[in-house]
C-alpha cells in the first residue's frame, strides 16, 4: 500500500500527474483551480501537475493535493480549501505591494501566524519558516484591510527578520478572544485569524484568561484551526477528562472549520511542544504518556 492510497478509490486509478489523488478527483482539483484563479482574473494553462499563467509564473499543485487525499477532508470543503489556498497564494505574490513601504509602517500589522506546513503552496518563498509545533510552521503575516498577506523570503530579507518577529509577537500578546468557554477543564477561546496564533505566547494567553503565573507542569494546548484556541492547565487527576475534550474537540474543528491547522493536542512547557495526540488513519485518536508529558502525568499520578 503506497503512502497516500488512502486518498484513492479502490476501483479507480491513481492519477499520473497527482498520484495522491484518483485521476477524476485530479481532475476535479485542476478544474477548482483553474475556476478559482479565474474568479481571481487569472487566466491559466492547467497541466497534470501545476498551472501556469500568462506571465509563465508555474504554481504547484502537489501540496493541494496531499491535502485533499486525507479522507477526513470531505469533498463539499473542496472549494473552500482550494479558494483559501489561491487567495493566500496570490496575495503573497500579486496584487498591491503592500510592503513596499518603510519597515516601521508595518511593525504595527506584522503578526506571527501558524500555518499546517503540509496546506502551504511552494514553500520555497518562505524558507525563513520554522517548524513552531510538530508539523505547525511559523510565518510571519501582514494584517490588511479586507485579507493578510504572508511575507516571503526577499521581503523578510529588506525588512529583518528579528525586528519583524518581535514584533509579530507583540501584537499577538495584545490579542484577546472574543468569545470564551470553559468546557470538561478546557479554555475554549475565539477570536480573529490570529486567535490560534498566539499559542505563540501561551504563557501571556494563560496569565490573562485564568491569571495562572506558576505552570510547573506545563500546559495542554490544541490550535484546531486559526480562529480558535484550546488549553488546560494540569493540576490534578482532573488532565484526564480535558484531555480527551480536547483530543475530540480538536480533531472536530481541524476537520470541519475553514483555515484548518492541526488536529493534535500538544503539551507545552518553556515555549516547547510535544505532539501527545496522533490519529491513524480510520480517525482513531492516540494518546501518548511518554518524554516531558509522561513526566508530568507521573507526578499527577503517582504510585500507590
Not at 490519529?279 to 500507590?304: A, C, K, Q, T, Y
Request: aromatic fraction near 8%.
Amino acid at each position: 500500500m503506497g503512502l497516500f492510497s488512502r486518498g484513492r478509490e479502490p476501483d479507480e486509478p491513481a492519477d499520473e500527474g497527482l498520484p495522491e489523488l484518483t485521476v477524476s478527483r485530479a481532475q476535479r482539483l485542476r478544474d477548482l483551480v483553474r475556476g478559482s484563479m479565474a474568479v481571481a482574473g487569472y487566466e491559466v494553462t492547467v497541466y497534470a501537475g501545476h498551472v501556469e499563467d500568462a506571465d509563465g509564473r508555474q504554481f504547484g499543485l502537489g501540496s493541494l493535493a496531499r491535502r485533499l487525499a486525507d479522507p477526513r477532508v470531505s469533498a463539499k470543503k473542496w472549494p473552500a480549501i482550494v479558494d483559501d489556498h489561491i487567495s493566500r497564494l496570490l496575495a503573497s505574490i500579486d496584487g498591491p505591494d503592500e510592503f513596499d513601504v518603510p519597515t516601521e509602517d508595518l511593525l504595527e500589522r506584522t503578526y506571527l501566524r501558524l500555518y499546517e506546513a503540509g496546506a502551504l503552496p511552494d514553500g520555497d518563498w518562505w524558507s525563513y519558516g520554522r517548524e513552531a509545533l510538530p508539523g505547525v510552521l511559523e510565518l510571519l503575516a501582514l494584517d490588511l484591510p479586507d485579507s493578510v498577506a504572508t511575507f516571503n523570503d526577499e521581503q523578510v530579507t529588506k525588512h529583518g527578520l528579528g525586528r519583524l518577529r518581535s514584533a509579530g509577537l507583540a501584537n499577538l500578546r495584545r490579542e484577546e478572544a472574543d468569545e470564551r468557554a470553559t468546557y470538561d477543564g478546557v479554555e475554549i477561546l475565539v477570536g480573529s485569524m490570529f486567535m490560534a496564533s498566539t499559542a505563540l505566547v501561551l504563557r501571556d494567553v494563560v496569565l490573562r484568561t485564568t491569571g495562572e503565573a506558576h505552570l510547573p507542569n506545563g500546559v495542554l494546548v490544541a490550535v484546531p484551526f486559526r480562529h480558535q484556541l484550546l488549553y488546560h492547565v494540569p493540576r490534578d487527576s482532573s488532565v484526564v477528562e480535558a484531555l480527551n475534550a480536547m483530543a475530540g474537540n480538536a480533531a472536530a474543528g481541524y476537520d470541519m472549520e475553514v483555515g484548518p491547522i492541526s488536529p493534535h493536542v500538544y503539551w507545552w512547557q518553556d515555549g516547547q511542544f510535544q505532539q501527545i495526540t496522533q490519529r491513524d488513519d480510520d480517525g482513531r485518536i492516540e494518546v501518548h504518556v511518554e518524554g516531558g508529558f509522561g513526566e508530568v502525568f507521573g507526578r499527577l499520578f503517582p504510585e500507590s
